[in-house]
């Protein structure tokens, strides 16, 4: 049962955490102050989703929390019946917080006959919500949100979290900071280049879902290191594996692995730490037991 919080400074604005996204949608009340409504949800013997609110929320600005991450379908159909249903009661304005935003890897059609994801994903967004908020969405071949938004959709940055969380822990003296492919380079060398760290980005072919080779196109001084892997996304491990292989050739101290959002499928956890790495790390846009590094403070000043 979600905690209730009496916010008398802006009671016109809720926030509704959705079936995977209470616990950050909770995080974000305690720092805002904003009442935390209560909603419930259930699936029916079939798989179709029941969604209810529980209070009225005519008038209201309604801030509904849902990470897309392992179930996307479930929870982005969830979140369009739950903003819909606000909208239907009487909701002001539905904004959208997807800590991890889903379908974004396939930002173009790769191939004849594919599906354009991200922009079909987004299109469904914008029949709902008014507003969204996400973290890193990854953005490669894409420019920014607006590109298959048109709504306002904001892309908040992970890495000032990233970066306090690396030099507290670490020494810039003896700890390496490493992308595993071209495309981290926005992560891991902004995120070294921002407290002084050494960096190498590696280059990353990827032959299938499952099956990627990693090359370090940047020899350093490994031995006696530390090395920090930093990436936005541990899907099936395979990157963060392959790279971890091509590190233990390099008689370093440990590594560890930082990611933004931790999906961490078919055992992925498990491999990387039997691949070598000492610890894996994570912010909390994906629920998952490796979060560490908590960015649900960067919303307030929006609410
Ligand atoms: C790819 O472009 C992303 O930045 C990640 O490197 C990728 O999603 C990781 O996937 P996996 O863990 O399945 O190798």
């Known amino acids: 049962m979600p905690n209730a919080i009496i916010c008398p400074m802006d009671s016109k604005k809720v926030i509704v955490g959705l079936s995977n996204g209470i616990g950050f949608a909770k995080k974000i009340s305690a720092h805002s102050k904003i009442k935390l409504e209560k909603y419930s949800f259930r699936n029916f013997p079939d798989g179709e989703v029941y969604v209810k609110f529980d209070s009225d929320l005519n008038g209201k600005e309604v801030v509904l929390v849902q990470s897309l991450s392992l179930r996307p379908n479930d929870f982005l159909i969830e979140l369009i019946f739950a903003a819909r249903t606000a909208k239907a009661m009487g909701a002001k304005k539905v904004t959208a917080v997807t800590p991890y935003l889903a379908y974004m890897r396939q930002d173009k059609v790769f191939n004849f006959g594919e599906s354009f994801s991200a922009k079909e994903m987004a299109s469904l967004l ?41 030099s507290k822990k670490f020494s810039s003296k003896d700890t390496i900071i490493v992308g595993p492919d071209l495309e981290s380079s926005k992560w891991a060398k902004k995120i070294a280049d921002m ?23 940047k020899e350093v001084e490994w031995k006696n290191k530390n090395v920090v892997i930093i990436d936005d996304i541990i899907s099936t491990g ?8 091509e590190l233990k050739k390099r008689k370093q101290r440990a590594i560890y692995c930082i990611c933004v959002h931790a999906l961490l499928v078919e055992g992925a956890l498990e491999k990387i730490l039997n691949a070598g790495a000492k610890k894996v790390i994570s912010c909390n846009t994906v629920p998952s037991k490796t979060n560490r590094i908590d960015l649900s403070d960067e919303l307030v000043k929006f609410f």
């Open 238 to 245: 395979k990157t963060v594996v392959e790279s971890v292989k």
């Open 126 to 166: 914008c029949v709902a919500v008014d507003e969204l908020f996400t973290f890193e969405p990854h953005l490669h071949r894409l420019q920014s949100l607006s590109a298959i938004f048109s709504i306002k959709a904001t892309s908040l940055s992970a890495s000032e979290k990233i970066a306090n969380f690396v």
């Open 195 to 217: 407290i002084g760290f050494e960096s190498s980005i590696f280059e990353k072919t990827r032959f299938s879902d499952r099956h990627v080779k990693v090359r370090v196109a």
